[in-house]
């Protein structure tokens, strides 16, 4: 019988492009034919990696779309329109007619495209099965007589009780009626899906991973931590894209410090965060006291300023001297290979905007949390962070906001010095979230190891779509 072939069709932003690479390793480790569809400028990023794997033997590949979104550093903004790879993609499936396609929810033109081919159709958005129930039960849910949009309400039929505030939700969340366009488009994406592709584990969220299960009509694989597949030290050193910190050095200071003593600071692929925002952090730490690696993504400029990746003076007055002199903490600029950090014996905490891979390689690195949620679905994981799993401290930040908008919510520093201590100073409360988070990250483990749960779903999968016949192979 002809192996089953899936391509893997990523967004280009960090956050979906990453898990969807390691999804497709995932699969071709499983012995699925496993091709990732790639741009001009997002191919080099992983083609190294790619093909190692496939010279150590993965059915895996990379076929490049002959139309380009540019998009080099990974952060492209949730919403580039990418439909110039339709036709090179439409292409591309009619030559091969592969056994199904998993589609990024940000490639919202595809949807009729693939389906009118009668090719199976998988969704994945990226995001975890408690955040897809929030946002499900919200957009099918009026919330009424809130005063305002910090007042609480309790989120309708969910099996925690979890209180949120309309200010921690996305516009579409707070008042459905008014959908844009995209986010339909991302909606119907799903409706006439064969189901969906989740990156997180049953025992993390067991009782929402029920809920997407059995509730909501579509099929749902959940088959991660896909990030797991990166095993050796290569791998996840070029996960992603190849760091453009000085890895060595990185990993030489936190060999030089005692284990578990220091804290690990990253805002993911996506988020900008202001010079006012950077000081306060900065200011917040060295009050601490404590000992971290801080990885400064972008940063959001006035117009009028003109620096890009932080090499303007928005650290407060010989804050870096001192941090290198004392040994406390090392500012690192650029993308960092954030596996390797979070894995590393020396991290003891993680300050993360709570995107849903930064998340789930928290967890799987058995790293307790302070959470700072920024905007798309990151408020509901820090619900799940902190009080379903009850594995982090919040810093308070309470207004969503688009990726690229204004800052709203100015965190103070001695909010984020009051978060790195609760989490980093020894207490009973922060013993027991690391004991926790330990124990779930053993169940992460097992999870993608034959005989575990995610290893099951991604062999149903294969089988599933072994058995299902496509149109013009009937
Ligand atoms: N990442 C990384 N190095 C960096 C910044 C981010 O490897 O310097 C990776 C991180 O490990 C994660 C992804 O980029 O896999 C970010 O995804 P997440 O969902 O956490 O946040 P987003 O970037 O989508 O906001």
């Excluded at 034919?33 to 790639?38: E, G, M, Q, V, Y």
């Excluded at 080099?72 to 591309?92: E, I, K, V």
């Amino acid at each position: 019988m002809k192996p089953v072939e899936i391509f893997f069709f990523p967004y280009l932003g960090g956050g979906h492009h990453i898990p969807m690479i390691d999804a497709a390793i995932v699969f071709a480790s499983h012995g699925a034919s496993s091709t990732i569809l790639a741009t001009p400028s997002s191919a080099p990023n992983f083609q190294k990696l790619i093909t190692r794997h496939h010279k150590a033997g993965l059915p895996i590949a990379i076929h490049t779309l002959s139309a380009d979104v540019p998009d080099a550093d990974m952060s492209a903004g949730p919403f580039l329109d990418t439909s110039a790879l339709l036709q090179p993609l439409r292409h591309f499936l009619l030559q091969r007619r592969p056994h199904c396609i998993v589609v990024d929810m940000f490639h919202r033109w595809a949807g009729d495209m693939v389906y009118e081919l009668g090719i199976p159709r998988i969704l994945f958005n990226g995001i975890g099965c408690f955040a897809r129930c929030v946002q499900r039960i919200l957009f099918n849910a009026a919330i009424e007589s809130l005063s305002s949009d910090s007042e609480p309400f309790v989120v309708p039929n969910l099996p925690d009780r979890i209180e949120m505030t309309m200010s921690q939700l996305p516009p579409f969340l707070r008042n459905p009626s008014e959908v844009p366009e995209r986010v339909r488009g991302m909606k119907q994406l799903e409706e006439k899906s064969f189901g969906t592709l989740v990156n997180s584990f049953y025992d993390l969220e067991p009782a929402y991973a029920d809920r997407l299960k059995d509730k909501w009509g579509k099929k749902a694989w959940i088959v991660g931590p896909v990030s797991l597949c990166n095993r050796t030290k290569q791998d996840k050193t070029e996960r992603g894209k190849p760091p453009t910190v000085d890895e060595e050095k990185c990993l030489n200071w936190l060999n030089s410090k005692k284990p578990s003593s220091v804290l690990y600071i990253s805002f993911g692929s996506l988020a900008r965060l202001p010079p006012q925002q950077l000081k306060e952090i900065a200011y917040g730490l060295e009050a601490s006291d404590q000992s971290f690696v801080w990885v400064v993504g972008k940063i959001l400029h006035n117009p009028s300023e003109n620096e890009e990746n932080g090499s303007g003076n928005w650290l407060p007055e010989g804050f870096e001297q001192r941090m290198k002199e004392t040994g406390k903490g090392l500012v690192l600029r650029g993308w960092a290979p954030q596996l390797l950090i979070l894995e590393h014996a020396a991290i003891k905490g993680f300050m993360t905007h709570c995107g849903w891979n930064s998340t789930l390689e928290g967890v799987s690195a058995g790293v307790p949390m302070i959470t700072w949620p920024l905007t798309a679905e990151q408020f509901s994981n820090e619900k799940l962070i902190t009080e379903v799993l009850k594995i982090g401290v919040q810093v308070g930040n309470r207004e969503w906001w688009p990726w690229n908008a204004e800052w709203k919510g100015l965190v103070g520093r001695e909010k984020v010095e009051v978060a790195v201590r609760k989490l980093m100073v020894e207490s009973a409360e922060a013993e027991e979230m690391r004991r926790r988070v330990k124990d779930i990250a053993g169940k992460a483990a097992r999870a993608v190891e034959e005989g575990g749960t995610s290893y099951a779903d991604v062999e149903a999968l294969i089988h599933e779509l072994q058995a299902h016949t496509l149109p013009n192979q009937a």
